[in-house]
């Protein structure tokens, strides 16, 4: 008994302590309590021993076995905005703030770690309670994302953009990529998205199962918007490899700004000769065109602008070489309308449909046009066999040393006068030509 | 243009009757003033509510169309140069530095009309082996010499510009009826109507180069040629009375391209006559049966017509020769409608004129202001209209289809 009665005094003492704000620094010192204030950042009032701004004694015994004996002094939020005010009022606020769930993400007396959170500079264990952790999961991570800085572009309580974002998307990505925004101001063609669109457009800020964390696969990603282009490459009956290849449209563009039109890394000619200019392109390996041109006085008319797309398409074509138009694979082909569209786009489209012509080429002797001879025959003569689609050393696109027949370089020994010329190749005996008077042949 | 040739065709028919009841009254008002240019509201073709692409603006059919107030007396006996009153049958004509130059076929003589400076004069007083007798059809070199087709004097004599004679084409080579010239550069083209042929002749050498309607394949061939022209670019496109065809050759006589028969419907001829090239590929074909000037596309698609045959303002009445101008726009734009943007002007020869109607008939091509929104307007109001016909072509597919 008389141990009762002196347990039932000191119960009486403790309550006494609590009731008054004048002891309240005893319900952290004392035992009950102490493990409140004792971690590494408590709440303010729990750091100064002050309970009374959120609790209200109910009776005057405290602690009363399995009664509570104190109440809150607000409920939710209104807890907290007497200390905590100006949270929540943006346009868009927390889904947790709006419901005054503070305690949702909040320790109230205090945590090991700042802000009274549980978790530390990573909170992706904190936001990912709620938050779907699919992109936080993926191969290519956008660095604060991958180390649950979401604190970093989002504000957690309440924001005027979408997404809780601490800003306009623009400013916050290029508030750390500085230097990125700094080579954009100064960059001579810049990509319409990234000049005035968010950046978020192209890129999941959080992660995705493509290098850059792109949201779409390229070339999908690009041919979201660029339809034309993206028809092209799904109906090219010839691909052009890089664009199916990994790293898609950007093996040639570059995606954000660039130094030549079209976003090209340098001009046209420079990038398709950038791969173009190899021996090794391909098996069997493709034609190496840089040195096709080096040197060469005469080039084709296009290329001496640089302009490699006057004839092929880059993106894809139906077409052999990825020409324009329709031109033969094979070495021979009779002309029929329509089978040499990819130089007649161009060129005299009345070149080879008229056996007598004063008009549509010089090559002709009288008015019999030479060129109707070589093409329009039974053995249709393709432009190749006598001329170089891209440069020659020697007038008309005609090399001096002849064309590539085979393993044989045949030659042609083309000769011109002002009025015709003559021709001794490979394939027949030196014939001459003459438009004014025109020479017999027996 | 836009293709809505048929729906312009309706229109007009709807509004003809009263048209022509209100034709009736302004040519019986304006009877007592006969020889004074009428005035009328706009004439537009197509007509309203369709979007005009062709306005008649004016024309000329005699010297009082010009204001002259010299008697027609006076002006016989002063003779020369001053002796035009009134056109009698005009047919071919061509356009020199803003200035025509008529065939009158029933005047003997070449006019020349200036419609800037406001005169009108006979081009030619040379008496024997110069005189000109039945000029059916012009042409007028860089230079300004005259190339006229008489099939009275059976060649093609040149003037220069003060209408001395100067040449005549037609002694090298055999030949029935010249009805028709051209010029390119250095070639002539001169039309034989009766032989369906065309000469071309080097005219620096008047040597014959080539001549078109001798090809092997009769289809290449020309079937009565009533009218020809070159464009810009040296392709020669010859009109076809006997099978109502255009066709395009160049001047080696290579057929390139051929359009058109003989019918009733849109694009199809029955006379067809002169023919004009503009500088955009645009054809323009007269039809003196139909009495309309029809316009082809370069890709020889029907765009629309215009001109009439009746009394109404802008009616062609037998029209025979055209020429499309882009000379003097400035002068011809003050007689288009507020608005109407002139691009090119066309001149058509009629050879029946009224108070009304000209001998020859000037036509603007061009736009009212804010065609482009209206076209972009009509054109979404045709997809939402074609859109709907889809779903309910659909709906009633399915609703046939067997239930499964």
């Known amino acids: 008994m008389k141990v009762l009665s002196l347990a039932s005094t000191a119960l009486a003492g403790l309550a006494l302590f609590c009731t008054s704000p004048a002891y309240a620094a005893s319900c952290t010192t004392t035992e009950c309590h102490a493990p409140l204030a004792a971690v590494k950042y408590p709440h303010a009032p729990v750091k100064d021993g002050d309970c009374s701004p959120c609790h209200i004694q109910k009776g005057k015994e405290h602690p009363v076995k399995g009664v509570k004996t104190f109440d809150l002094s607000a409920k939710g939020a209104d807890l907290c905005k007497d200390c905590h005010d100006g949270i929540g009022k943006k346009r868009l606020v927390h889904a947790p703030v709006k419901e005054g769930e503070c305690t949702g993400c909040h320790k109230p007396h205090g945590t090991q770690q700042r802000f009274l959170l549980d978790v530390g500079e990573d909170r992706s264990p904190l936001c990912l309670n709620c938050h779907d952790a699919k992109p936080f999961k993926e191969k290519y991570m956008h660095g604060p994302a991958a180390v649950g800085s979401c604190g970093t572009c989002h504000d ?17 990505c290029l508030s750390c990529h500085a230097d990125f925004a700094k080579q954009l101001n100064q960059a001579a063609v810049v990509h319409p998205p990234v000049a005035k669109d968010a950046c978020t457009a192209c890129h999941d800020a959080h992660g995705s199962p493509y290098k850059m964390f792109v949201k779409n696969k390229l070339p999908d990603l690009c041919t979201g918007c660029h339809k034309s282009i993206g028809k092209v490459v799904a109906s090219a009956k010839v691909p052009h490899k890089p664009v199916l290849q990994e790293g898609g449209c950007s093996n040639c563009h570059s995606s954000h700004f660039g130094k030549a039109k079209g976003m090209l890394s340098a001009d046209q000619m420079t990038v398709c000769l950038g791969c173009h200019g190899t021996d090794t392109l391909g098996t069997p390996p493709l034609k190496n065109i840089k040195k096709q041109i080096e040197g060469k006085p005469f080039l084709h008319g296009p290329l001496k602008k640089g302009d490699c797309r006057a004839c092929h398409d880059p993106h894809g074509s139906d077409y052999f070489r990825l020409l324009k138009g329709n031109y033969p694979d094979d070495l021979y082909l009779p002309y029929k309308d329509g089978a040499y569209e990819a130089c007649l786009r161009c060129h005299e489209r009345n070149l080879l449909r008229f056996p007598e012509t004063t008009i549509y080429t010089k090559f002709r002797n009288g008015n019999r046009n030479l060129h109707y001879v070589h093409v329009v025959a039974r053995k249709g003569r393709t432009c190749r066999i006598c001329h170089e689609a891209h440069a020659s050393d020697g007038e008309k696109l005609i090399n001096k040393d002849g064309s590539q027949f085979g393993a044989w370089k045949i030659p042609l020994n083309f000769t011109l006068t002002s009025t015709g010329g003559s021709c001794a190749p490979g394939c027949h005996r030196k014939f001459k030509y003459d438009r004014v008077k025109a020479e017999v042949y027996n | 243009m836009n293709g ?31 020889g004074t240019t009428a005035s009328v509201g706009p004439v537009f073709f197509p007509p309203p509510p369709e979007e005009p692409h062709v306005q008649y603006l004016t024309g000329i059919s005699s010297s009082t169309d010009f204001g002259s107030n010299q008697s027609s007396l006076s002006k016989l006996l002063v003779g020369g140069t001053e002796t035009v009153t009134r056109f009698a049958k005009p047919y071919g004509i061509a356009e020199y530095n803003g200035k025509l130059y008529v065939c009158d076929i029933g005047a003997s003589q070449v006019v020349v009309v200036d419609f800037v400076n406001k005169i009108i004069k006979n081009l030619v007083e040379e008496r024997g082996s110069g005189k000109l007798r039945k000029p059916v059809s012009i042409a007028v070199d860089d230079e300004g010499l005259v190339y006229v087709a008489d099939t009275g004097r059976k060649d093609v004599a040149v003037y220069n510009q003060a209408g001395k004679y100067v040449k005549s084409y037609g002694k090298t080579f055999d030949h029935v009826s010249l009805s028709g010239v051209a010029i390119y550069k ?23 180069v080539s001549v078109i309607g001798e090809s092997a394949d009769r289809s290449k061939n020309l079937a009565l ?7 810009s670019k040296g392709a020669v496109h010859i009109v076809n009375v006997g099978n109502g065809s255009i066709k395009e050759y160049d001047r080696d006589g290579n057929m390139l391209s051929v359009f058109g028969r003989i019918g009733d419907s849109p694009g199809e001829f029955t006379r067809p006559r002169g023919i004009a090239v503009d500088d955009d590929g645009q054809i323009f074909v007269v039809d003196a049966g139909y009495q309309v000037v029809q316009v082809f596309n370069e890709k020889h698609r029907i765009l629309g017509y215009f001109g009439q045959p009746g009394l109404m303002a802008g009616s062609t009445n037998l029209p025979a020769g055209i020429v499309v101008s882009k000379k003097n726009l400035d002068y011809f734009q003050k007689f288009a409608a507020p608005g109407f943007k002139l691009r090119e002007v066309i001149f058509v020869t009629n050879q029946y004129s009224s108070a009304i109607n000209h001998s020859v008939a000037v036509y603007g091509l061009g736009e009212m202001e804010g065609w482009e929104e209206r076209a972009k307007q009509r054109a979404k ?11 309910i072509l659909q709906q009633q597919q399915r609703q046939q289809s067997p239930q499964e």
Do not use: Q, W
């Open chain 1, 156 to 172: 957690p309580h309440d924001s005027v953009e979408k997404g809780l974002m601490k800003g306009k998307v623009r400013d916050i």
């Open chain 2, 4 to 34: 809505r040739f048929g729906g312009a065709v309706t229109a007009f028919t709807s509004r003809r009757l009263k048209d022509l009841m209100l034709m009736t009254l302004l040519v019986a008002l304006l009877a007592g003033c006969a």
């Open chain 2, 186 to 208: 250095d070639d002539l083209y001169i039309m034989d109507n009766r032989l369906s042929k065309v000469f071309v002749i080097n005219r620096k050498t008047d040597e014959v």
């Open chain 2, 225 to 231: 040629p009533n009218g020809l022209t070159v464009d």
């Open chain 2, 381 to 391: 109001e045709d997809a939402e209209i074609l859109e709907k016909r889809k779903k």
